[in-house]
């Protein structure tokens, strides 16, 4: 009981500040980088704050991987400098015998990590595609600002306003830029609103004039009117008809075997695979020896993540390009860890400990 407890208390120490320290550096860069996606107008600005929540749990379960993987690494390499290693081997205390107090101290973790790709990884997607679409797809007049010029959708149409009222119908020195095939269109008016007319939206434009020019012949038509109605649809947001795999729960997945789909459960469940691997793996890298000063146990392991998560992410295009099943992909890569994993474990407990007893003598001088 005082060995399980003593590596779980260590292990939940590790996790929690390996877990904080990866979560601040990857929301700093998703924070950047969410804020330049909103300056050049990829995602609307007061939605940066939902979509970086989004963001955060789409790759939420890729930081608890890593995050117990380096806290397992972490933690028994301090025991291996303090020697704390050294007391428990010599009490008869293997290092397969860590696995059980490690595996019930990742249990909740692993569990979480099932719960986010299972589940809150589509729905994160979801969320966040319909927030950029909705705000690509918003109307022509919802893009209008006063005191800015702004193109329309189609890049056809330039918009100015010199003034709107607060109610944010009534404008005041409007000026619409249109082109269409030949012929080029400025409008002005002194003043403008919206009007709605069932489910139809008009611009009604007072006082004001237009002036026509054709480009092929250069003939030009000046008119002034006191009234001018403009139709002006809003576009609602739509949703695409084939929608990517990874915005699809996972029942819809199973259910729908394409190629495409397949290769997102081979990712979903590679990933769940790849973070109970890892701790198992990590239980073996961890070995160190006390005596050197340098860790290079971490950069072996991070080393290895790096390369299991590639083969993760390659493993999907496999199955997508129909290079491979994607049962034979779990099996050979997930099962082939696992056993590389058992095998290092085996080998430190058995294999070092056999070639220090089989080692011969040292001779002594005459």
Known sequence: MLFDSTVRRELTRGFGATLVVILTIVLTTFLIRTVGQAASGAVAPQDVAL????????????????????????????????????IWFAAGVGLSRFVRPVLRAAWPV?????????????????????LRERYQQRSDLSRVTPGVFQSSSDGRR????????????????????????????????????LEAEGDDRYLLLE????????????????SSFESYRVLAPDRAARSAE??????????????????????????????LLGAANLMLLGIGL??????????WNLL???????????LINLSQAWVASERADMGVVLVLLHGGVFLLALALLWWRDHAAVGFKRWRPAPRQAA
């Not at 006082?207 to 000046?222: F, I, P, Y």
């Not at 795999?245 to 199973?254: E, M």
């Open 300 to 310: 072996f392991a991070l080393l290895a993540f790096l390369v299991y998560y590639n």
């Open 207 to 222: 006082r004001g004039q237009r002036n026509d020019v054709d480009a092929s012949s250069g003939e030009r038509t000046l």
């Open 51 to 86: 979509l970086l929540g989004y963001v955060t749990l789409q790759h939420l379960p890729t930081m608890l991987a890593l995050s117990l993987f380096v806290a397992v690494v972490v933690t028994l390499g301090r025991m291996y400098r303090d020697s704390e290693m050294v």
């Open 242 to 271: 084939n929608q990517p795999p990874r915005v699809l729960a996972t029942l819809d997945l199973i259910q729908r075997p394409t190629v495409r789909n397949q290769a997102e459960l081979a990712w979903r469940f590679g990933l």
């Open 110 to 130: 692993l569990l979480v990590v099932a719960l986010l790709m299972l589940f809150v990884w589509p729905w994160g997607n979801r969320s966040s595609l319909e």
């Open 158 to 193: 330039v918009f100015f306003v010199e003034r709107e009222s607060s109610d944010g119908i009534n404008a005041r020195n409007v000026f619409i830029l249109s082109r269409q095939e030949q012929i080029e269109s400025v409008t002005s008016a002194r003043s403008g609103r």
């Open 286 to 295: 961890a070995a160190t020896n006390p005596r050197r000063a340098s860790n």
